[in-house]
């Protein structure tokens, strides 16, 4: 048997061993026309999570995929697409397609490729000697107990249904389906998740740090020599610690989803001449507000931040008591901006508020 490996996702390997062949149906596709809800056209077992399938249409490869939920009370099971072949890249619903099953394997020799996919599936048609160890089948198992509008291709061993079994009393109960309720009604209430599970975030890190340069805004306080200006903005450094309380609150698309964030920050800057020619104060603000974020793409963000700052007086020369409680104020801090993507996990950011305007490197984590 030839050995296959995905190298598409994740680097996994799958060895074309036990390979089976069912029909199925394509009956509905996520939003990212990546995950896909098939229907088994046939009477086997449906394929266990995490098991690779290739769909296959007049013998030539069209998409590879994985296998990422099952809904066994309705021969249904969802997959997301891992590679594609030839010129189909989506799959459109109600098209039907002959599937094969690969399983997974410890050992890597081949890539997945349509030569290796193609005499995988010329081995099946060889002849196995371990079928000469299997027992006999049971004479109740007739070729017509398989649906007739699929039989199985050529060099395929059919397997007899298992006999009817009574389930135990701890089984959960299965819903009954009226032959008046549609395929995909039948399957709403499990397929809801399908573009849940397929969703990618667009920002997967919960933790930053941020590097900053800004200007601090501060209020004059009355009595002041130079009260030409009521507030002054003055120039210093800071670091932001940023973690994430909550993702996809409002928009869940691919392309827009929003979180909410806490963040904390420590910044530094001297104060000169602030209200007579020769004070001076080294101030240390501690802000903490409440960011909300939203991402348009993985490579842009635009947000809203509000909470408060506090600062502190680190060390003073000359100070006036109206100065000292000017600056000891706890002030508001709000305001909006940017963040554009430079690299991987790497950000710059750009803050416009009442309390500061910065310019910050985000790494994040």
């Not at 409002?250 to 001297?270: C, H, V």
Request: with cysteine.
């Amino acid at each position: 048997m030839a050995a296959v490996d995905t190298n598409m996702e994740t680097p996994e390997a799958f060895e074309a061993t036990s390979i089976r062949t069912f029909d199925v149906t394509v009956k509905r596709v996520s939003q990212s026309k990546n995950v896909y809800l098939f229907n088994n056209d046939g009477t086997g077992e449906l394929p266990t999570e995490g098991k690779i399938i290739l769909l296959k249409k007049d013998s030539k490869p069209e998409m590879g995929l994985r296998v990422i939920k099952t809904y066994p009370e309705h021969k249904k099971f969802a997959a997301r697409r891992l590679n594609k072949y030839g010129s189909k890249h989506i799959l459109i619903n109600g098209d039907s397609y002959n599937a094969i099953i690969f399983s997974p394997s410890s050992s890597v020799t081949e890539p997945l490729t349509t030569t290796a996919l193609s005499s995988a599936t010329t081995n099946q048609n060889e002849p196995d000697t371990t079928l000469e160890q299997q027992p006999p089948v049971p004479p109740t198992a007739q070729l017509s107990d398989l649906n007739e509008n699929t039989p199985p291709p050529s060099g395929d061993v059919v397997k007899s249904p298992l006999p009817e079994t009574q389930p135990d009393e701890d089984s959960p109960p299965i819903k009954e389906v009226s032959n008046t309720e549609s395929d995909d009604d039948a399957v709403a209430e499990h397929s809801t998740d399908l573009a849940i599970e397929e969703l990618q975030h667009l920002e997967t890190n919960s933790q930053w740090l941020t590097g900053f340069f800004g200007y601090f805004w501060n209020q004059k306080p009355s009595g002041a020599e130079d009260d030409s200006l009521a507030s002054v903005y003055l120039s210093g450094i800071g670091i932001r610690h940023t973690l994430s309380l909550g993702k996809l609150l409002i928009f869940r698309q691919p392309a827009l989803q929003d979180g909410l964030l806490l963040e904390n920050s420590f910044s530094f800057y001297k104060l000169s001449n602030f209200v007579v020619a020769d004070d001076a104060y080294t101030i240390a603000p501690v802000s903490a507000t409440l960011r909300y974020n939203m991402c348009v793409g993985e490579a842009f963000s635009m947000f809203l931040y509000g909470g408060l700052v506090k600062n502190f007086i680190l060390a003073s020369e000359n100070s006036l008591v109206n100065a000292t409680d000017a600056l000891g104020q706890i002030l508001p801090a709000a305001g909006l901006g940017i963040a554009f993507r430079i690299g991987p996990s790497w950000d710059m950011r750009i803050d416009m508020g009442v309390d500061i305007a910065s310019l910050g490197l985000m790494i994040g984590f």
